[in-house]
């Protein structure tokens, strides 16, 4: 199993839809996880952390489900500028800084 | 705060010939990372340095790579001699402690022909 998993995708939503992501974790010791977003040919960036209770950040809600090792990301209401690659990030534990990067999730918003 | 900078953008070279790629962390960040993306392997992390030190390099392909951060300003990926299979985007990023995420620089963009 890969440490981090990911549907490629592509996701084809129309505007305004809602469309969710998730991502899965082998490692039950990892404790920081974070959303990335990648527009083609550019570098990632950080869209948003996700915290153990959940957060949101406006149209986007980040959720940690330790139990089945996997965290999700929602977008409310999507724009043509959300067309983007989602990677997920996990930290491994045990102390480790050091980021794994799933293979990222295509989202594609059509008009 | 001017980010991540990395140099050059682009890399064309022949086969054989040694690139350099070069990185400057953003300033007060301990960590700096060197990953290469592909699109059939993904982000793949070469090694990383905290405070100028290599912690871990296995993930680095094989001994034509190195990397070298002899202060706390700067960072090299040097391969020699250069291979086809090494065309890639090679990112650099650096984090303070990797808790709060990390920043990535602009890529280098390498084509080995």
């Known amino acids: 199993r890969k440490e981090v998993e990911q549907d490629p995708g592509p996701f084809n939503v129309p505007e305004g839809a809602t469309v969710a992501f998730n991502c899965t974790y082998s490692?039950?010791?990892?404790?920081?996880f974070f959303w990335y977003r990648q527009d083609c040919r550019k570098e990632p960036k950080l869209l948003m952390s996700v915290y153990s209770s959940g957060n949101e950040d406006g149209r986007f809600t980040a959720q940690l489900n330790r139990a089945s090792q996997y965290i999700s990301l929602l977008i409310r209401d999507s724009k043509l500028s959300d067309s983007a690659t989602y990677l997920c990030v996990v930290l491994r534990g045990g102390g480790s800084y050091i980021p794994t990067f799933g293979r990222g999730t295509s989202l594609i918003v059509h008009p | 705060d001017a980010g991540v900078i990395q140099s050059p953008r682009h890399e064309v070279t022949e086969m054989g010939q040694e690139v350099t790629l070069r990185c400057k962390p953003i300033s007060g960040h301990d960590y700096l990372f060197w990953y290469r993306q592909t699109m059939m392997r993904g982000l793949e992390l070469l090694i990383y340095?905290?405070?100028?030190?290599?912690?871990?390099d296995s993930g680095m392909p094989e001994d034509r790579f190195s990397a070298k951060m002899p202060n706390a300003s700067f960072s090299t990926l040097k391969i020699q001699p250069s291979e086809p299979r090494d065309s890639a985007v090679y990112f650099c990023?650096?984090?303070?402690?990797?808790?709060?995420?990390?920043?990535f620089g602009s890529g280098t963009r390498l084509t080995v022909v």
């Open positions: 340095f905290n405070n100028n030190v290599p912690i871990d």
């Open positions: 990023a650096s984090s303070s402690s990797g808790l709060y995420g990390y920043t």
């Open positions: 490692n039950s010791a990892s404790q920081s």
